[in-house]
């Protein structure tokens, strides 16, 4: 089993930036990807982007590509999502999940509130 806890989220204007951070814990070996995702009120969850453990390859949805930059620190087992140009849309509760091959996010964090506004 993974534990994971997110941290970072609070309110900036619009056109700031935030990073949040997922720490992982426990079986950290068996972590494949590490994705982010968000839920904003009454919509349902959206795929933000996720880390490849091995390899660092990257990959971000629509929404975010070109704001968003996904990173890891290899000392402390934490990986970053650093959110550039932030808008009200941006607006959720993010999340990181982990998985293993040929699997579905099974290890999720508890999430952190991200609000943009004026």
């Known amino acids: 089993q993974v534990q994971l806890v997110e941290s970072g989220g609070g309110q900036v204007q619009p056109g700031g930036s935030l990073r949040l951070s997922c720490a992982a814990s426990?079986?950290?070996?068996?972590?494949?990807?590490v994705g982010w995702f968000r839920q904003a009120p009454g919509k349902e969850r959206e795929f933000v982007g996720r880390?490849?453990?091995?390899?660092?390859?990257?990959y971000y949805g629509d929404s975010v590509k070109g704001r968003f930059t996904i990173s890891r620190d290899n000392t402390k087992n934490t990986v970053f999502l650093q959110m550039n140009n932030l808008q009200p849309e941006d607006t959720a509760v993010y999340y990181c999940?982990?998985?293993?091959?040929?699997?579905?996010?099974?290890?999720w964090g508890q999430g952190t509130q991200v609000t943009v506004s004026s």
């Open positions: 880390f490849t453990w091995t390899t660092t390859n990257t």
């Open positions: 999940a982990t998985r293993e091959p040929a699997t579905d996010y099974q290890n």
């Open positions: 426990g079986r950290t070996s068996s972590i494949y990807r």
